[in-house]
């Protein structure tokens, strides 16, 4: 079975830019968070998606939106780049909103010049 | 709102000797704790998670970790390290009312010498 996947693997934006990241979850499961990886630092969360409803948001500014598509696939937008926005972004899938497991794919390296 | 907290930032040990690694939390109940391991540029995988019930938990490569919720801790071990097993650890928590919402430590960075 194929696990979470993210695209793409990396990529290179300028300041004051937009990016779109993708995630595919586990099929079956209906739960999508996403999180912020600095260089260094320990994931934090940004967003957690359950049948296409934002469920709960971290700490970040409004430039962060996402969404869910009815195949429950989703996608993380990013207006305005800023250079401390270059992270690993984590996508992390579950079968129902809480009480289990996340499995996380391999991430998106963003990097803001 | 739960926190983590790894007190070692980089540990170092010799192939074939024990490893722990610390985990600290913070939460008024029970919570949901986890470790997970990431290679360079990699993203995460599971080793072991506790939800509730026996206190040890087995996890994956051979793996255990021990709740003790007089001490908040949720520390991580392994009886003999091997040379793969250098990579960066982090321990979660989930707060079983939003469990959605994964918070990590800083990491613990493991650096396995010869």
């Known amino acids: 079975d194929a696990g979470v996947t993210q695209s793409p693997t990396h990529l290179i934006k300028t300041r004051g830019q937009h990016v779109t990241l993708r995630c595919s979850p586990i099929s079956g499961h209906k739960s999508v968070s996403w999180y912020q990886q600095v260089l260094g630092q320990g994931p934090q969360f940004i967003f957690q998606y359950y049948e296409k409803e934002e469920r709960g948001r971290g700490n970040f500014p409004d430039r962060f939106s996402a969404r869910q598509f009815p195949n429950y696939s989703s996608e993380l937008n990013v207006n305005a780049l800023l250079l401390g926005d270059s992270a690993l972004y984590l996508c992390?899938?579950?079968?129902?909103?809480?009480?289990?497991?996340?499995?996380f794919g391999q991430g998106t390296r963003l990097t803001v010049v | 709102a739960q926190s983590v907290t790894q007190p070692d930032i980089h540990i170092t040990v010799s192939e074939g000797a024990s490893l722990e690694l610390r985990c600290n939390y913070s939460y008024g109940a029970t919570p949901y704790l986890f470790w997970y391991v990431q290679s360079p540029g990699q993203g995460l995988q599971l080793l072991l998670k506790?939800?509730?019930?026996?206190?040890l938990v087995q996890g994956i490569k051979g793996f255990e970790a021990e709740f003790k919720r007089s001490q908040s801790s949720f520390n991580l071990r392994k009886p003999s390290v091997h040379w793969s097993d250098a990579a960066e650890y982090f321990c979660?928590?989930?707060?079983?009312?939003?469990?959605?919402?994964?918070?990590f430590g800083a990491g613990t960075t493991v650096t396995v010498r010869a």
């Open positions: 992390a899938s579950s079968m129902r909103q809480g009480g289990t497991e996340a499995f």
């Open positions: 979660a928590v989930g707060a079983p009312s939003n469990d959605y919402k994964l918070s």
């Open positions: 506790y939800f509730s019930g026996d206190t």
